[in-house]
């Protein structure tokens, strides 16, 4: 039977992590916009406590904690793996077992990333409807495989009601070749519409900063996310405009982090780059950067990229992945291609071509209002899952 609208709907999310990186925040933004447009009734469950938990619960959000597991790994394939898969797999259909009645009366799963099966477990033993967010490429973007192989993965998600890819690149890599009824390309809502900056606002305030340029590059620090080409071409940069700064916002792995502090040493520029660590409140390195750099070759889509957009900041980035679909080149913000070297050339801009960069800016707001909202994301999933039979 349909899925009864008519009456107050109930959706239990689940997400794969508890930390604040972009999937988390574009869950948190995607309940709010449910809550607030269509006020829906949401049971949020991550495998542990931690930053969503606090975050969901200072905003009202109704939480819970069951302890699942992620059935994938990250790196070289071993023989141990496979064990940990049997034994996570086996632990996961316990908890699904001891908690089905616990989530009988919602009508809809929902599961925030592929890097998680659980919500496809219990959409099955509960024979509920299962909506599955894919945020990721796996591979390429995090260096991510499934126990039991792609193979496994895909044979869930064709179980799947629906299937959600954040950008054209996701639904191309992840989902072209699906059999699932519902497959949709809806991009993420970062900021509700009154919080985007206005025209005036950022013609007024595009000077705020004085002479110093600052550049950042936001996010989880790992090669995949290539921190090291921004820092290449703003070592180019120094040879030119020495009132620059590059700002290294995240946290990471330790051993890369080591080898970019050893690179930046070497190059005798350590005064002018800042590791600033992860930062809960982001909009604070937005109010004092002029530009955002974007250096991932295979970003799913770019939360960070939109939100600066939608501050009134420039953004650099890469020419692939979801980042080419957010940025036209010299109309909302600037593409790179062929290395540090190019990248730096891009960097230029904002000292040699200040109204152009003025006339980007105003476009990246138009961008954002347009295709980014949270309203727009949520009235999108709302109808998606209007759409959905049990």
């Known amino acids: 039977m349909n899925v009864d609208i008519t009456r107050r709907i109930k959706i239990v999310f689940f997400t794969h992590y508890t930390e604040l990186y972009g999937a988390n925040k574009s869950l948190i933004n995607l309940i709010e916009g449910l809550i607030s447009i269509y006020n829906v009734e949401v049971l949020l469950i991550a495998p542990t406590s931690g930053k969503i938990i606090e975050l969901a619960l200072q905003k009202g959000i109704n939480c819970d904690q069951i302890a699942f597991h992620n059935e994938v790994y990250f ?122 900056e206005s025209k005036f606002s950022v013609e007024k305030e595009i000077d705020r900063l004085g002479s110093k340029v600052i550049f950042a590059i936001v996010g989880l620090i790992s090669a995949e996310k290539n921190q090291i080409e921004a820092i290449e071409a703003f070592t180019l940069l120094q040879q030119y ?8 916002v995240g946290a990471g792995a330790e051993e890369y982090i080591a080898e970019l502090k050893l690179y930046i040493v070497k190059k005798g520029i350590v005064g ?11 909009s604070s390195i937005y109010e004092s950067i002029n530009c955002l750099v974007m250096c991932s070759k295979h970003e799913a889509l770019g939360r960070v990229t939109i939100e600066a957009m939608g501050k009134g900041i420039t953004v650099i980035g890469y020419n692939n992945g979801g980042t080419a ?6 109309y909302n913000g600037l593409l790179y291609s062929d290395g540090p070297q190019h990248l730096f050339e891009k960097m230029r801009y904002l000292f040699d071509k200040p109204s152009l960069i003025k006339e980007m ?23 998606l899952y209007n759409s959905i039979k049990t």
């Open 75 to 196: 790196g070289k394939s071993k023989w141990s793996t496979f064990c940990k898969g049997i034994f996570k797999f086996l632990c996961n259909w316990f908890i699904v077992i001891k908690y089905a009645s616990k989530l009988r009366d919602y009508d809809i799963i929902h599961s925030n990333s592929s890097a998680t099966l659980i919500g496809a477990y219990f959409s099955y033993k509960l024979r509920k409807p299962h909506v599955w967010h894919i945020r990721e490429f796996g591979w390429e973007d995090y260096k991510m495989k499934y126990y039991f192989g792609d193979r496994y993965f895909k044979y869930w998600a064709n179980k799947a009601d629906a299937v959600i890819a954040i950008s054209k690149a996701i639904y191309k890599k992840r989902m072209a070749a699906a059999s699932v009824r519902h497959k949709n390309i809806i991009f993420n809502g970062v900021i509700f519409e009154n919080e985007i």
């Open 241 to 248: 405009e020495n009132n620059a700064e590059l700002w290294i």
């Open 272 to 282: 002018k780059i800042k590791f600033i660590g992860f930062v809960d409140n982001i």
């Open 325 to 330: 679909e957010i940025i036209t080149d010299n």
């Open 361 to 383: 800016r105003v476009n990246g707001l138009k961008t954002v209002k347009e295709h980014f909202t949270i309203e727009r994301c949520s009235i999108a999933i709302f109808n």
